[in-house]
């Protein structure tokens, strides 16, 4: 089955302690993102990568890293997390550029709450 | 730079009643259109697009979306709705393939019995 897979689905941390939220498609796609989305705010993206090696800023970075060392895995590394990073988050992944043909396939989400 | 608006942040139609969902879209060239479904405790699902030709465009689940240049609108709607509509829905804007995707703050749509 296509999809995208997100892990944890859940995460409760503590404020400054590393953590990485995996995502793994099985689509060969090229392009991956990453959006958190809170209420009232809908979905803003973080970072995304147009291929392996290659990634970029979206809208919401600060306090984020990314890395694609291969085409299907994109993880969400967040060095010393903080309260204000607690959100629900998303991992897409596009067959085009930007899912701006034939849109996003989206994982389960990640809840992340820091305390 | 390009947007979307949403009109509405919650929606309650009863059962069997048409669905209304409102988008307008702010972009400097033309538009890549898409509204996409959040069922709870899911990812996004995307339900339909636009990208050229017809300008109605059906998608899953009974719903279609008519794009107005002239209104710069994209609403999404559905004839008769049922309990399984409940969901949150979202709208996008891309200017092509190989932009960004910008979503709106989403629609809650409560379907009454």
């Known amino acids: 089955e296509a999809q995208v897979t997100q892990n944890p689905r859940y995460l409760i941390t503590v404020t400054g302690k590393k953590l990485t939220v995996t995502c793994s498609q099985n689509?060969?796609?090229?392009?991956m993102s990453w959006y958190r989305q809170d209420p009232g705010l809908g979905l803003r993206q973080i970072y995304y990568?147009?291929?392996?090696?290659?990634?970029d800023k979206g809208d919401v970075p600060e306090g984020y890293k990314v890395s694609r060392k291969e085409k299907r895995n994109f993880p969400l590394i967040l060095e010393s997390p903080s309260p204000n990073q607690t959100s629900l988050y998303f991992c897409?992944?596009?067959?085009?550029?930007?899912?701006?043909?034939?849109?996003?396939?989206f994982g389960s989400g990640t809840r992340l709450t820091v305390v | 730079a390009q947007s979307v608006t949403q009109l509405g942040s919650h929606v309650s139609v009863s059962e069997g009643a048409l669905v209304l969902l409102r988008c307008n879209y702010s972009?400097?060239?033309?538009?890549?259109l898409f509204w996409y479904v959040q069922y709870p405790n899911q990812g996004l699902q995307l339900l339909l697009k636009?990208?050229?030709?017809?300008?109605l465009v059906k998608g899953i689940n009974g719903f279609e979306a008519e794009f107005k240049k002239s209104e710069t609108s994209f609403h999404l709607t559905k004839p008769s709705a049922h309990m399984s509509d409940a969901a949150e829905y979202f709208c996008?804007?891309?200017?092509?393939?190989?932009?960004?995707?910008?979503f709106g703050i989403g629609t809650k749509l409560q379907v009454i019995p």
């Open positions: 990568s147009m291929n392996v090696e290659v990634t």
């Open positions: 636009y990208t050229t030709g017809a300008t």
């Open positions: 972009s400097s060239v033309p538009p890549y």
């Open positions: 689509m060969n796609h090229e392009y």
């Open positions: 897409a992944s596009s067959l085009s550029i930007a899912g701006g043909l034939g849109g996003y396939t």
């Open positions: 996008a804007v891309s200017r092509g393939g190989y932009q960004k995707v910008t």
